[in-house]
């Protein structure tokens, strides 16, 4: 059974319709910079993977859509690139600090899933974007998930 994970991200920087733009809708998921996040990155992503697309710090934050991770973890490159937001001087290519999968968009959500919404369901209640919304990449479980896919989805649930 693969892992199902949600990834945040801000819609002006990276969109999931930049990420359906990218060649084979696929991008490195890269500018991971908590060391959580970091390890659930480098020591639990596998090929496979599910990932749901989360947009924060917008005006109205959603899970809006499905992607899947396509690649082993790998050192980030932005942490060696002078020009990067994400440069890290600690970091070296012998020893790595960050990491980041390639992941590839699968779908856009007809009904994005709201922060406020999702708040309003009891089975959501112990989900870590309710408990820790900060996290950048958290954990979801299969429960969720489906729960997930019936309320942004309503037309595939009744097919």
């Known amino acids: 059974m693969s892992a199902i994970w949600l990834l945040k991200t801000e819609p002006d920087t990276f969109s999931i319709n930049d990420l ?3 060649p084979g809708g696929t991008s490195g ?8 996040a970091r ?8 090929e496979g993977d599910c990932v749901l697309i989360y947009h924060s710090s917008c005006a109205q934050p959603a899970i809006v859509g499905e992607a899947c991770v396509v690649s082993a973890p790998y050192p980030d490159p932005s942490q060696f690139d002078l020009d990067s937001g994400g440069f890290d001087n600690r970091s070296s290519r012998e ?5 980041q ?12 899933l709201s922060l406020k919404t999702l708040r309003q369901y009891a089975e959501f209640a112990d989900m870590e974007l ?3 919304p900060r996290l950048s990449v958290q954990k979801v479980t299969e429960r969720q998930f489906q729960r997930i896919q019936q309320l942004c989805m309503p037309e ?3 097919a």
């Open 95 to 99: 020893e790595p600090r960050w990491y």
């Open 20 to 22: 359906q733009a990218c």
């Open 39 to 46: 390890n659930r990155v480098r020591d639990e992503m596998n």
């Open 156 to 158: 595939s649930a009744s």
């Open 29 to 36: 998921w890269d500018g991971v910079r908590n060391y959580q």
């Open 130 to 132: 309710v408990v820790r």
């Open 101 to 112: 999968v390639d992941i590839r968009y699968l779908c856009t959500y007809p009904q994005p």
